[in-house]
């Protein structure tokens, strides 16, 4: 990519920054395993998902992410994730119409 931040658009750093999110803590192969999910989440979407403290929770958000049952969460089985939570938390942000 040749673009430098200064000419990205807003939608095109937040891209930027889901990517470097990821790869903050994916170390395993870029990919994340459970313990680097629930940190991840803990501490970059705490404001949109509760913290995460059971494990039973974690495992079952994890299997529904493993699309493909490797038990890691590649780049876009992590998309799936920030989708389902983008789209949940549309409302909050949604303009107020009269």
Partial sequence: MKASKESMSEL???????????HKYSSHKCNLKKAELKALINHEMNN????????????QLFMDLDQNGDLEIDFKEFITLIAMVTSACHELFAPKRP
């Fill in 12 to 22: 095109e750093t937040a891209m930027v920054t889901i990517i470097q999110v990821f």
């Fill in 48 to 59: 949109f998902i509760m913290k995460i403290h059971e494990n039973e929770t974690l495992d």
